[in-house]
């Protein structure tokens, strides 16, 4: 799987988007990024998916550049209940290891 | 509503014990998956199994060890040949359409 870079912490305030960049340069062509969070001793929760077209659900969006390098997850209206730790992974679908690295952990503030 | 149970929640063992952690499933997913979680770490894999009665080892399988007789259940087994098994155990089902995976909400395990 390839390798992904997030950055350790960030803040958003309450009501606002919150954008977690990651990247993953060395993604190859058949690799999907996929997005878990983990609240505070839980398991994490999958988000969201996509290989190169950008993807939303309810619970949020992903943006993945046109060379596929990196990729951003957003929270359109974050709130407490959002504060979490935020991993992005990529691998290809099936493979059976999900190499969490130690993600973005996001703050919302009130 | 489907899921993954991870039973108990919190559990003690002494030192030479071993322990069992139960991991039961109602998604109709075959593959399931052992991770461990230290403090500020990511997760890293123990055991998996895509079907009944086959398993395989994952990064961290010393000291651990598995069955997978029926599809719904995986159990875990710490053993006393896991010399630091004090950490947080998460059970993940794997649904074979989307390939999405499901946690329980994990086992923290302390040895005292």
């Known amino acids: 799987d390839a390798k992904t870079t997030q950055p350790p912490s960030m803040d958003c305030a309450e009501g606002r988007a919150a954008n977690l960049p990651c990247n993953h340069s060395?993604?190859?062509?058949?690799?999907?990024v996929y997005w878990y969070r983990q609240i505070h001793s839980q398991g994490p929760q999958y988000i969201i998916h996509?290989?190169?077209n950008n993807e939303t659900n309810e619970m949020a969006s992903l943006i993945i550049t046109e060379d596929r390098k990196s990729s951003t997850l957003i929270l359109p209206h974050a709130t407490l209940r959002d504060t979490a730790v935020y991993y992005c992974?990529?691998?290809?679908?099936?493979?059976?290891?999900?190499?969490f690295g130690t993600g973005t952990r996001l703050t919302v503030i009130p | 509503d489907g899921g993954i149970t991870q039973s108990p929640k919190y559990l003690f063992r002494k030192e030479g014990q071993n322990v069992t952690l139960s991991c039961e499933q109602n998604?109709?997913?075959?593959?399931m998956y052992w991770y461990r979680q230290d403090p500020g770490q990511g997760l890293r894999l123990i055991y998996y199994?895509?079907?009944?009665?086959?398993?395989q080892k994952g990064d961290i399988a010393e000291g651990y060890s598995v069955s997978r007789e029926k599809k719904e259940s995986f159990p875990l087994t710490v053993t006393s040949a896991q010399k630091n098994p004090t950490a947080f155990y998460l059970c993940?089902?794997?649904?074979?359409?989307?390939?999405?995976?499901?946690f329980g909400s994990g086992t923290r395990l302390t040895v005292v």
């Open positions: 993940a089902s794997r649904d074979r359409v989307n390939y999405g995976y499901t």
């Open positions: 199994s895509q079907i009944v009665n086959d398993f």
């Open positions: 992974i990529v691998r290809v679908p099936g493979a059976n290891n999900l190499f």
């Open positions: 998604l109709n997913h075959d593959a």
């Open positions: 060395t993604i190859s062509g058949n690799e999907y």
């Open positions: 996509g290989l190169k």
